[in-house]
Structure formats: structure tokens, C-alpha cells
């Protein structure tokens, strides 16, 4: 059973940078299990859900187009954790950060099989 | 991008009534569309893959139906833990999720 759990700052100046880290089990993210991947998908509070950013066990990365300048994902795959870092944080950067797992399929992008429970995080100064 | 758009934003419903969620793509996908359900404060849950296809455990009053550009989710008799918000995501070309709908008690 897959599980993923985020941790990182509850609050962010604006204009900082944002670094979350994905602390994942029950699977891996390298050759072993081949068309595996970790993401990030952010909500808004009352607003709809956003995806950010996937990097696959062969360090493939892929980023929404929206905001491709300002992310960055990165993978360490002995200690099982994914890192997301974003950039010149705004207060529309404001909401709930989650870590998903994409199901494994043929297609290079694909739906998210399990979710961390997310982490809220408000940009202010 | 591919821009989804789901209909109605917010439905008001009664245990046992059958309700439908629209979800329509800019451009067509084919079958590579998911739905999920959340719940206040807690994450979304995967129901409904490739359009049509029950994720193990989901019960099987949910439903998905479409392909191209129009998709359906359906619930045959809504259950009392079926309040929530519903989302669909597309994963044709990079992933985009809807508005969501908002199921609530009538």
C-alpha cells in the first residue's frame, strides 16, 4: 500500500521560496518499478485542484506550463522522498500542497492512485 | 492546455436520488479521464479511471460514461456519504482537473 506524507512550511513571505518535501513508502521510485511517479497538485482554499509538477523514476520531469519558470522537482530515491521547491511565492500561492502518486500505465501522463493528506500553506507577510 | 469544465458548480440532491455530473475538455482525450471525491479537509479519492473504469473498493452506484470531449459521472442512489465535491481530471496531455461540482443535501 502506497502512502505519502508532506511536510514544510505552514506560512511563506511572499517573494520566498517554497520547498516541500514528499515522504513516500510502499513503493519505489527507480528502475525496479519502471513507469512510477511522484507529483504535487496544490487547491486554493475553495477552489479547484491544480497539478504542479511529476518527476518519474527516470528522473523525467514534467511541469505545468503555467508556472514551468518558477518549479522545480527533484527526486532522492534511497531516502524515498520527491522535493518541490517554488519560487517568488505570491499570495495566490496560498492553499493545500499534496504529494500524489500517479497509477503506472503505458501513457506518459496518468491519473493519481494516492494522495498524502496535504499540507496547507499561506503566503503573508 | 486543455481547459475542463464541469457542470453544474453545486447540486442539491436526497439520499436515493440518481445524479449525473457533467464534465466537458476543451479539446478531445479520448478515454484519459479520471474522477475523484473529497471530502471537507481531507484529500481527493480516486473513484473513476479511463472514462469508465470502477477503482477497486468504490461502490458500484458510481458510474462513468464518454469519450472525446463530454463525460459523465453517475450515482445511482446517493447514499448519505455521498456529500461531497466531485472533480474531473483529464491526463491526455499533461493533467487538468475541473471546477469540481459540490454535492449537497437538499
Known amino acids: 500500500q502506497s502512502t505519502l506524507q508532506e511536510s514544510g512550511p505552514a506560512l511563506v513571505r511572499p517573494t520566498q521560496t517554497l520547498t516541500l518535501t514528499c515522504t513516500f513508502s510502499g513503493f519505489s521510485l527507480t528502475h525496479i518499478q519502471t513507469g512510477m511517479g511522484v507529483g504535487w497538485v496544490r487547491q486554493p482554499p475553495g477552489k479547484a485542484l491544480e497539478w504542479l509538477a511529476l518527476?518519474?523514476?527516470?528522473?523525467?520531469?514534467h511541469y505545468t506550463p503555467s508556472l514551468k519558470n518558477r518549479l522545480h522537482i527533484t527526486k532522492d530515491s534511497t531516502k524515498q522522498q520527491v522535493v518541490l521547491t517554488l519560487t517568488d511565492m505570491d499570495a495566490l500561492d496560498t492553499g493545500t500542497y499534496y504529494c500524489v502518486r500517479r497509477a503506472r500505465t503505458g501513457h506518459s501522463y496518468s491519473y493519481f492512485i494516492a494522495w498524502g493528506p496535504g499540507t496547507l500553506v499561506t503566503v503573508s507577510s | 492546455d486543455i481547459q475542463m469544465t464541469q457542470s453544474p458548480s453545486t447540486l442539491s440532491a436526497s439520499v436515493g436520488d440518481r445524479v449525473t455530473i457533467t464534465c466537458r475538455a476543451s479539446q478531445t482525450i479520448g478515454d484519459f479521464l479520471a474522477w475523484y471525491q473529497q471530502k471537507p479537509g481531507k484529500a481527493p479519492k480516486l473513484l473513476i479511471y479511463q472514462a469508465s473504469r470502477l477503482e477497486d473498493g468504490v461502490p458500484s452506484r458510481f458510474s462513468g460514461s464518454g469519450s472525446g470531449t463530454e463525460f459523465t459521472l453517475t450515482i445511482s442512489g446517493l447514499q448519505s456519504d455521498d456529500f461531497a465535491t466531485y472533480s474531473c481530471q483529464q491526463y491526455k496531455s499533461f493533467s487538468t482537473f475541473g471546477g469540481g461540482t459540490k454535492v449537497e443535501i437538499k
Open positions: 518527476i518519474y523514476w527516470n528522473n523525467d520531469q
